[in-house]
């Protein structure tokens, strides 16, 4: 029993999981929450496409818009800040399901700045003239793609548990350092992209349409993120408890 209470304290086994609840768990790793947030993000984008108004002065590409904010807003405020929130209280608490927390997140975080990165320069092109510029919120939001980036590298290339938890989480912390840099880089530095028209002190400046269009895809996208961790969390604790193989071999607390 001892022994046992020892390898769940390090985190490389959950005593309460089963192998054949391990392995029902791989056959359906996402669930029903899952399914629920795919169907509401194919809403949304019908929406997007055939019930929201076409912007006058930006034409279609403005649409775009509905993917590329809430992209952000997911990574930024709700997968990135919770993986600093976890690696912050991990170095307190040293427990492992924390780190597993921070590592999903940031997993899952990767994927929505990916749409980030992809999206930008899509609406960029026909609004702006010009796919990149050195704009501050674009170079800074590269940059945490790249940390995070080296942060799952860094993960996967340290082999004692602990050692990479550790690593990990000051990696993150400093990640997270970034995120009220880029919120603010547009009333610190002149940039292409606009002050906010949503989140600002006096009423947003979209007409209802496009608010609810904005609004229904902010819900989508954080539904989406939720199932999104729920399964990678489900999945990194079977591999970290060694039930069943991990996906990819991944290394996690």
Known sequence: MGAAARTDARGSANPGMTRDVALAQLAHPYGLLFWVAIAAAIAT???????????????????????????????????????????????????????????????????????VLVTGPLWAKPVWGTWWSGDARLTST???????????????????????????????????????????????????????IVLKPSAPSLPPEMLTTLLMSFASFALLFVALLRARYRLATIADAGLADGPTGERYG
């Open 142 to 196: 590269l940059f945490l793609w790249l940390i995070i980036l080296g942060y799952l590298i860094l993960r996967q290339a340290v082999e004692d548990r602990a050692q990479r938890a550790r690593y990990s989480a000051v990696l993150a912390i400093l990640a997270g350092l970034l995120i009220p840099f880029i919120h603010l880089s547009v009333y610190l530095f002149r940039t292409l992209h606009p002050q906010p």
């Open 45 to 115: 984008l019908v929406r997007i496409a055939y019930f929201t108004p076409i912007e006058a002065s930006q034409g279609p590409a403005q649409k775009i818009f509905y993917i590329h904010v809430p992209a952000a807003v997911t990574a930024l405020y709700l997968a990135f800040a919770l993986m600093a929130v976890a690696s912050v209280l991990y170095l307190w608490l040293r427990d492992p399901k924390l780190d597993r927390v921070a590592a999903t997140s940031a997993e899952v975080g990767l994927a929505f700045t990916t749409v």
